[in-house]
Each structure stands twice: as C-alpha cells, then as structure tokens.
C-alpha cells in the first residue's frame, strides 16, 4: 500500500506561482510512476504530469509544458509540482497519484491517490 498527501494549494493571482507538494509513504519503489492530475468543477480529471520515482523521466501535458515543473526529493519521499505564470483556468483540485509500472496518462490507471489540494487563481 502506499500512502500520498498533498500540500501547497491555496489563493493566488493570475500569473503567480505555487509549488504543491507529495508526501509518498508505504511501499514505494523505483519502478512507480508518480502523476499528478486536477480536476475542474464539472469536469473530468485531466493528466498534468508524470514522473518516474527515480525522476529520470518526466512528461507534460503540452499546454502545461514551460510552466509546470515536476521534481522529486527521494531523501524526503516527496514529489513536487511547481506551477508558474497561473491563471484562471488552472483553478482546480491537483491530486498527485500512483501506480506501478509503465507510464499512463489515464487516471483509472492509478491506483492510489492523494486527498487532493485546492488550487484557485484569481483574475
């Protein structure tokens, strides 16, 4: 079982930053792939990105590219989202996840997940 806890979200204006964090605990292992998903009021949950535990590969949802960074801390068992130049749109719940194997963009793919943290951008 592995546990994950999110952190960081809040209130801040369009164009500002905030860095989410992932506490991971349980049995995690070089071969898990942590993503991190949001999900809008009325929407579906949608991929933002993914990285392996090790952190020697990372991917981005396009749009997201340039303005989102994922990283990891292995001594702390933490993953983290930096999010730079927000604005509106990325208001939603972020949610960091896991599961075992290879890479997938498809939330049903993973199997534990964070409680999420709230994330609003005001205009």
């Known amino acids: 079982q592995v546990q994950l806890v999110e952190s960081g979200g809040g209130l801040v204006q369009a164009g500002g930053s905030l860095r989410l964090s992932c506490a991971a605990a349980?049995?995690?292992?070089?071969?898990?792939?942590m993503g991190w998903f949001r999900q809008a009021p009325g929407k579906e949950r949608e991929f933002v990105a993914a990285?392996?535990?090790?952190?020697?590969?990372?991917y981005y949802v396009d749009s997201m590219k340039g303005r989102f960074r994922a990283s990891r801390d292995n001594a702390k068992n933490t993953v983290y989202l930096q999010m730079n130049m927000l604005n509106p749109w990325d208001t939603a719940v972020y949610y960091c996840?896991?599961?075992?194997?290879?890479?997938?963009?498809?939330?049903?793919?993973?199997?534990?997940w964070g409680q999420g943290t709230q994330v609003t951008v005001s205009s």
């Open positions: 349980g049995r995690i292992s070089s071969s898990y792939i």
């Open positions: 990285m392996t535990w090790s952190g020697s590969s990372i």
């Open positions: 996840s896991a599961r075992s194997g290879c890479f997938s963009y498809t939330a049903s793919f993973y199997a534990f």
